[in-house]
T-cell receptor, first 111, second 110 residues
Framework: NAGVTQTPKFQVLKTGQSMTLQCAQDMNHEYMSWYRQDPGMGLRLIHYSVGAGITDQGEVPNGYNVSRSTTEDFPLRLLSAAPSQTSVYFC??????????FGSGTRLTVV | KNEVEQSPQNLTAQEGEFITINCSYSVGISALHWLQQHPGGGIVSLFMLSSGKKKHGRLIATINIQEKHSSLHITASHPRDSAVYICAVASTGTASKLTFGTGTRLQVTL
């Protein structure tokens, strides 16, 4: 099925651990982005990419790294997890003038 | 002040009622998106608007660019419409990223 595949769905980390959230799309979309969703706040942009090899920071980039080596994949790396990074993370893809397609989300808890 | 404001934050309706959710924004935009999120669920795109009005089934979305305002209407509401509805905008020249409102939680009862 065409869409955005996001893994894992759930993850528990200890403070200081690192991990990578995977995101892949098969729609040949140029744009990909990562958002976090916290209670009482709208989704906030972490990092985004307008094409392979091009990434930029969003509203809340600290503590996260991204890379875009292919059109399909846009992994999000947590370098040293902190409790403040407990959240639900969504990956999304789109093209100019196209709807956004979202992954199913990753619920991350940092203890 | 947030760039995207939604109202109301919470809404309870009886089955069959006509529902309106409002979204105001303060920046120039290339597009406005309406999204739906069911409890514990993923996010689904409902509409993308840059002008005028769009309709899918019982859902209607309108936008007034001059007033920087959009509305999402649900006609003949049904309990399966219970969800959080989110307004998001792509600022002018930046279709690659969205700024979101905080969402409107809708509950439709029998």
């Amino acid at each position: 099925n065409a869409g955005v595949t996001q893994t894992p769905k759930f993850q528990v980390l200890k403070t200081g651990q690192s991990m990578t959230l995977q995101c892949a799309q098969d729609m040949n979309h140029e744009y990909m982005s990562w958002y976090r969703q916290d209670p009482g706040m709208g989704l906030r942009l972490i990092h985004y990419s307008v094409g392979a090899g091009i990434t930029d920071q969003g509203e809340v980039p600290n503590g996260y790294n991204v890379s875009r080596s292919t059109t399909e994949d846009f992994p999000l790396r947590l370098l040293s997890a902190a409790p403040s990074q407990t959240s639900v993370y969504f990956c999304a893809s789109s093209s100019p003038t196209r709807y956004y397609t979202f992954g199913s989300g990753t619920r991350l808890t940092v203890v | 002040k947030n760039e995207v404001e939604q109202s109301p934050q919470n809404l309870t309706a009886q089955e069959g009622e006509f529902i309106t959710i409002n979204c105001s924004y303060s920046v120039g935009i290339s597009a406005l998106h309406w999204l739906q999120q069911h409890p514990g669920g993923g996010i689904v795109s409902l509409f993308m608007l840059s002008s005028g009005k769009k309709k899918h089934g019982r859902l209607i979305a309108t936008i007034n660019i001059q007033e920087k305002h959009s509305s999402l209407h649900i006609t003949a509401s049904h309990p399966r419409d219970s969800a959080v509805y989110i307004c998001a905008v792509a600022s002018t020249g930046t279709a690659s990223k969205l700024t979101f409102g905080t969402g409107t939680r809708l509950q439709v009862t029998l």
